[in-house]
């Protein structure tokens, strides 16, 4: 029969699916937060952790796109990262002078700052706090029915039991830029995955390369390219031809919608928006000032739209939105403006067309956009830098299959991740909210649409924590065999 327990008389298993940044920093607070009994299990199937897509680079070319005073992994603690990074001295990438807090820092320096952090977590954990990791891939999860703990099941076929289950997933690789099957996918010389390193290599120095899209991942390759002595002309393609803009540093401006009713609509969104600009032109404030004042109240501004406006700034918007909201370093930017001037690097607005190798190279032809001129260029590699995609409903891999063929998860009605509530609980199929699977991060898009960069993801790991370690104090009923 079933008998009722105390949380204090059962181990309380936590179990987080991915171990990048979202992952360690769901770790780390419940590291902070657990009292004795909780187990806290991580999952990742490509160590080292914390590095997940952004930060597994080494190349210190790679740039953070934010500011090194505002990047601390404790929201309680604004200057951690700083005063781990002026003790890095030395290392590739840093001068040797001191750090300043509006440095933007090599990438995979925040990759060993994660990585710090979380053995900083280990070591003052409550006794009797329970961690450990697991390299594998999880594939299933087998929820209860009344009693009993959910059941993780691994692609090697190790199983763990779990009370509750984090989904930190992370970005998922892009969607293909031609959307048909193409022979050119199954060869070196196409690369999907922009993220890993040996994206630039077999590239000959003098070979052109072509990038398809022209975002931050994109800046990342040309860097990369430049930094290994690449001669060719790198070509960037995108729909728009839109590029990220550079970080301007200057003095906060005030916040200007914290004391006032927020819009409810995109239009008067943007109506408020464009007011805000134009005052702050008058007084000769950047734009960008504008924009970082508004970031606070970005999530609630989205909440409040109903999905048809939701709908509306997908097409008309985000494109625009993203490439000044989510900027480059200073020095990058200034890099790549001075491989363009040099004819490096070329941008183009259009949309490709066909992909054929043939004669030891790749073909590729484009149509450009506003004048309809078809382009054709001979090229040694092409590289996908579209972005991530974001309907996990389309993404073939096991977990989400098993997930959505049990009805644990639903899509975002726009697709744009999983269908969850602003607080991280998933939802299940045309359902509520199971009350032990919830996400953070990537998979929140549609839920909150600002949510992936590192102040939103700590502090979305802070709150999700504190609802674990709620949890975990709940009474519970636990099978005794008489």
């Known amino acids: 029969m079933s008998t009722p327990e105390t949380a204090a008389t059962q181990p309380y298993d936590v179990v987080i699916v991915g171990g990048g940044l979202s992952g360690v920093l769901v770790a780390v607070n419940l590291l ?4 004795a009994g909780t187990r806290i299990t991580l999952i990742e199937r490509k160590p080292p952790l914390g590095r997940g897509v952004a930060y597994g680079t080494l190349s210190p070319v790679h740039r953070l796109n934010v500011p090194a005073g505002k990047l601390t992994a404790w929201p309680d603690q604004p200057d951690h990262f700083f005063n781990w990074a002026s003790r890095q001295i030395g290392a590739p990438g840093l001068s040797e002078g001191p750090v300043a807090k509006t440095d933007f820092l090599p990438r995979y320096l925040y990759g060993q700052y994660i990585e710090f952090v979380l053995e900083e977590a280990k070591a003052l954990a409550a006794p009797g706090v329970v961690f450990r990791t697991v390299g594998g891939e999880a594939i299933d999860i087998d929820d209860r029915s009344e009693e009993g703990p959910h059941t993780l099941l691994l692609a090697d076929g190790t199983t763990l039991a779990a009370e509750v289950v984090v989904l930190a997933l992370g970005n998922l690789p892009g ?18 995955v922009p993220w890993l390193m040996a994206a630039v290599e077999n590239i ?6 072509l990038i398809v899209g022209a975002g931050l991942t994109a800046v990342d390759i040309i860097l990369q390219l430049d930094a290994q002595g690449h001669r060719g002309t790198i070509h960037a393609l995108s729909r728009r031809g839109l590029r990220p803009k550079s970080h301007q540093l200057g003095p906060p401006y005030p916040p200007f919608l914290d004391k006032e009713p927020l819009p409810t609509t995109l239009r008067g969104t943007v109506r408020r928006l464009r007011q805000e600009l134009g005052k702050a032109a008058a007084e000769g404030v950047d734009w960008r000032a ?3 004042a508004m970031r606070p109240q970005t999530q609630a501004l989205w909440k409040g739209f109903s999905l048809e406006d939701r709908a509306r700034f997908m097409r008309h918007v985000r494109p625009f939105w993203e490439t000044h909201r989510h900027r480059l370093a200073p020095q990058v930017a200034d890099r790549v403006e001075q491989m363009e001037r040099e004819g490096k690097v070329r941008f183009y607005a259009g949309r490709l067309r066909t992909l054929e190798e043939r004669s030891g190279a790749v073909y590729a032809e484009f149509r450009g956009r506003g004048s309809g001129a078809l382009t054709t260029l001979r ?5 996908n830098c579209t972005g991530p995609r974001t309907d996990y409903s389309k993404f073939q891999h096991p977990l989400f299959i098993n997930l959505l063929a049990r009805g644990l998860i639903d899509h975002d009605p726009l697709a744009l991740g999983i269908n969850t509530s602003a607080e991280g609980e998933v939802y299940r199929y045309r359902g509520d909210a199971s009350g032990w699977l919830f996400t953070l991060g990537a998979p929140m898009k549609g839920a909150l649409w600002e949510c992936t960069a590192v102040p939103e993801i700590r502090m979305q790991a802070v709150k999700l924590a ?4 709620a949890l975990a104090k709940e009474p519970r009923v636990a099978k005794v065999e008489v």
Do not use: C, N
């Not at 902070?32 to 009292?35: E, G, I, L, P, V």
């Not at 504190?466 to 370690?469: P, S």
């Open 175 to 192: 969607e293909y830029p031609i959307r048909k099957p193409l022979p050119i996918y199954r060869t070196w010389r196409y690369v999907h």
């Open 32 to 35: 902070r937060r657990a009292s």
């Open 290 to 292: 504008v924009l970082d």
């Open 204 to 209: 000959k120095p003098d070979e052109q390369v």
């Open 466 to 469: 504190e609802r674990i370690v």
């Open 379 to 383: 090229l040694g590699k092409v590289i």
